[in-house]
């Protein structure tokens, strides 16, 4: 009992290095049942399969961090992650936090930038994870069904901008009011 607690306090860097693949049967329901992957058959999915790994974190664990390069989409299969930046005076902001069935870092399959967060778990915590690469590879060997892929980024990308514009347009109008009502202009 006491060799376990000692374990599992220990980093799982290693540990995720040499992992097991992915029990297909706990996966095929959940992924084709997010945006990225929701339009691929079980057919198609079976090649998609061979491509992604899982890891485990424990809390408190970084994924990456701010600053690193982006190489990965990441699904919450199990857990909690937060999305932190730190900004110029050294404070910390929490953009964003996820959770089971939540996906983050899809930037990183379309783009070669750097990671504008650090992801650290919030409690131990089990991810997917489709490296670049791999997802670059998969896409020039079946162009059809990276297609797919790509369209459902592109539906999340375009609901994620649909929704900051939003909140921009309704941040900005609660300033106005805001500045209105501090300089005496009636409503």
Known sequence: MDNEKKIKKQ??????????????????????????????????????????????YLANEYVFYQGDPSIALYVVLDGEVEFVSQIENGQKLTISKYIKGDFFGEFALLEDEKRIASAVTLKDSKLLV??????????????????????????????????????????????????????????
């Open 130 to 187: 489709i490296f670049k690469p791999d997802l670059d590879e998969f896409v020039d060997k079946f162009p059809k069904k990276g297609l797919k892929i790509l369209k459902g980024l592109s539906q999340i990308f375009a609901f994620r901008l649909r929704n900051l514009n939003q909140e921009y347009i309704n941040l900005y109008f609660k300033k106005r009011h805001e500045m209105e009502v501090s300089n005496g202009v009636p409503d």
């Open 11 to 56: 980093s799982n860097f290693l540990s995720n290095l040499f992992k097991t693949p992915t029990e297909k049967t706990e996966l095929v329901d959940f992924m084709l049942s997010i945006p990225p992957f929701k339009e691929l058959n079980a057919k198609e999915f079976e090649h998609l399969f061979s491509i992604m790994h899982d890891r485990v």
